[in-house]
């Protein structure tokens, strides 16, 4: 297993990836179960506010773990700043985890409970740091916004992803996708729980501020079921893999404390 040869299989999956990444046996690891009676009420956490401009997206792509939107991060157009963050950070992507069955696909657990799917927005210091890979080192260089996803009813907007999806069947297949703006991915309210955690993906730096919100959005399983027909695998493979269970299970958190901002 070298490079980028790491997937969620029984060889190459998150048991076997401390091997090529010795920091997955590290002290600040993600994702983890967050169990709210024993989160801190942090009454100084202010709101999160997310100001995203729909004229920052470029495209959206298959890159063999997840599917994949891309932002333009060469200024400060789409950013998120407040809650436990002292420096706004800027959108660089965002991407989804999910399952094969609805109770499971979440990558954190919420008092042991997983949710279908989580889906996650990067984002990173440009204050601090010159660029992304930069940034994706320093322990205080990315937050990622985590929202889960329950199935009930059609999500309203999440047809633009999923209308789409056919096009990245396929990993290293990318499309254009411009004009989309993340905010209507978001519930109606940004409670959330913080804490300082890592990638959950290799290179599963220890660089994540994680906030992570209370209120899941519902998306229908017939749309998170169109996840399910992208594949692992490129088209010139002959092994046709399903692209599902793509999500890391919770990890130690070796005594950290997990915020509430209310
Ligand atoms: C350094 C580096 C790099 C590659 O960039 C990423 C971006 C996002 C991720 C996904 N990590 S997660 N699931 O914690 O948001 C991993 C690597
Ligand atoms: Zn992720």
Aim: aromatic fraction near 10%; charged fraction near 25%; charge should be negative.
């Amino acid at each position: 297993m070298t490079g980028d040869q790491w997937g969620y299989g029984k060889e190459d999956g998150p048991s076997a990836w401390h091997i090529n990444y010795p920091v997955a046996l590290g002290n600040r690891q993600s994702p983890i179960d967050i169990v709210p009676d024993e989160t801190t009420l942090d009454r100084d956490l202010g709101p999160i506010f997310l100001d995203y401009d729909s004229c920052t997206s470029i495209n959206i792509s298959n890159n063999g773990h997840s599917v994949v939107v891309e932002f333009v991060d060469s200024d400060d157009r789409s950013m998120i700043r407040g809650g436990p963050l002292d420096n706004p950070y800027r959108l660089k992507q965002f991407h989804f985890h999910w399952g094969e069955k609805g109770h499971e696909g979440s990558e954190h657990t919420v008092a042991g409970l997983g949710y279908a799917s989580e889906l996650h927005l990067v984002h990173w210091n440009a204050v601090k740091y010159r660029s992304f890979t930069d940034a994706a080192s320093a322990p205080d260089g990315l937050a990622v916004l985590g929202i889960f996803l329950e199935t009930g009813d059609d999500h309203r907007w999440l047809h633009l992803i999923t209308d789409v999806l056919f096009m990245v069947k396929y990993k290293d297949s990318v499309t254009d996708f411009k004009g989309f703006n993340p905010k209507c991915l978001l519930p109606n309210r940004l409670h959330y729980w913080t804490y300082l955690g890592s990638l959950t993906t290799p290179p599963l730096h220890e660089s994540v501020t994680w906030i992570l919100l209370k209120e899941p959005i519902v998306v229908s399983d017939k749309q998170l079921g169109m996840f399910r027909m992208l594949l692992f695998n490129g088209e010139e493979e002959d092994e046709r893999k399903k692209m599902e269970n793509n999500f890391r299970p919770p990890q130690p958190l070796n005594g950290r404390e997990v915020r509430s901002s209310n």
